[in-house]
């Protein structure tokens, strides 16, 4: 800060001490009726607009997708970003170091910005940075919101043509949560798996998708993906069939 800066805060900062009013007990006052009325809304909407409780929760579901509440959606959105590389990075990066470096920001910000001015139309930096990251945590919590994530049990992938492996695989792969994580024909997550629409155009062979789905690491070294190797051989086969012919046999 300048000096004549200096001066002229603190003259500024003397005159609106003459005439201002102390903190207690005017202050505190008016904090306290804004704090009650708060309480005040959120008792009458209780009473008022009651919320359903929804089903019981079932513990044995394997085909519940969770999803965050809406204003978790922007680090739900973070998880997506880093997603395709290691199983631990997209959590660690999304929950931990992006957040924190943010808050870290905010703590250390006062001792950055040690301007005087307090008119926002006069700190154009901060009003650009602060509309930035605002605008940055809509735009990914509509991201988050809109994301293709997850599948329900009874979904079906339209292919042509239906067949037993087609409907079977189509079964499995909904079943064993594969769709939380692979996309088939717009059915499914985007990430952190490949889409597996054309998976059958690799031409890998049926073989290899069994090995695969056994141990993931056998044939991508480094894979993230969770092995199956307890699933029953012929759910494997069915799998690998199916996986084998998707953009080729089935469309
Ligand atoms: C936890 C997430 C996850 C689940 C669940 C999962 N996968 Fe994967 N899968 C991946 C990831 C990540 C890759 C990419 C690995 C790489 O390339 O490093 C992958 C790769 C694949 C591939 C190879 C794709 C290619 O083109 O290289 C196939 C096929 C596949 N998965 C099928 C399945 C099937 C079938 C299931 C269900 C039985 C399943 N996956 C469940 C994460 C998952």
């Given at each position: 800060m ?5 001066e ?7 005159a609106?001490?003459k ?5 207690f ?6 904090d306290?009726?804004?704090a ?5 809304i ?5 009473i ?5 409780i ?18 978790f ?7 997506r ?7 631990l990075?997209p ?11 943010l ?9 950055i910005?040690?301007g ?10 901060s ?6 990251v605002?605008?940055f ?16 049990s009874?979904?079906?992938?339209e292919l042509e043509?239906q067949d037993e492996?087609?409907t079977r ?6 079943a064993?949560g ?14 952190p ?7 059958g ?5 049926v ?7 056994k141990?993931?690491?056998s044939?991508?070294p480094?894979s ?7 699933l029953?051989?012929?759910d494997?086969?069915?799998?690998g069939?199916y996986?084998n012919?998707l953009g080729t046999?089935?469309?």
């Amino acid at each position: 800060m300048k000096k004549s800066q200096q001066e002229a805060y603190k003259q500024d900062y003397a005159a609106a001490k003459k005439d201002g009013k102390p903190f207690f007990p005017y202050a505190i006052y008016k904090d306290s009726l804004i704090a009650l009325l708060a309480i005040g809304i959120v008792i009458t909407l209780a009473i008022v607009a009651r919320v359903e409780i929804g089903e019981p929760v079932n513990p044995a579901s394997s085909d519940f997708i969770p999803r965050p509440e809406w204003y978790f959606f922007f680090l739900f959105e973070l998880l997506r970003i880093f997603k395709n590389q290691n199983v631990l990075t997209p959590v660690i990066m999304g929950t931990f170091i992006i957040p924190n470096i943010l808050i870290l920001l905010m703590i250390i910000w006062p001792f950055i910005d040690r301007g005087p001015e307090r008119r926002i139309w006069k700190r154009p930096i901060s009003m650009a940075v602060g509309t930035l990251v605002i605008a940055f945590m809509g735009y990914m919590t509509y991201l988050g919101a809109t994301a293709p994530e997850g599948i329900g049990s009874g979904e079906t992938i339209e292919l042509e043509p239906q067949d037993e492996i087609s409907t079977r695989g189509t079964e499995l792969f909904i079943a064993n949560g594969c769709g939380s994580c692979h996309m088939i024909k717009g059915v499914g997550a985007a990430g952190p798996g490949p889409n597996l629409t054309n998976e059958g155009g690799k031409n890998r062979g049926v073989q290899w998708q069994i090995d695969h789905l056994k141990n993931p690491q056998s044939k991508i070294p480094g894979s993230s993906m969770p092995a199956f190797a307890s699933l029953p051989q012929q759910d494997l086969e069915v799998l690998g069939e199916y996986l084998n012919n998707l953009g080729t046999k089935y469309k």
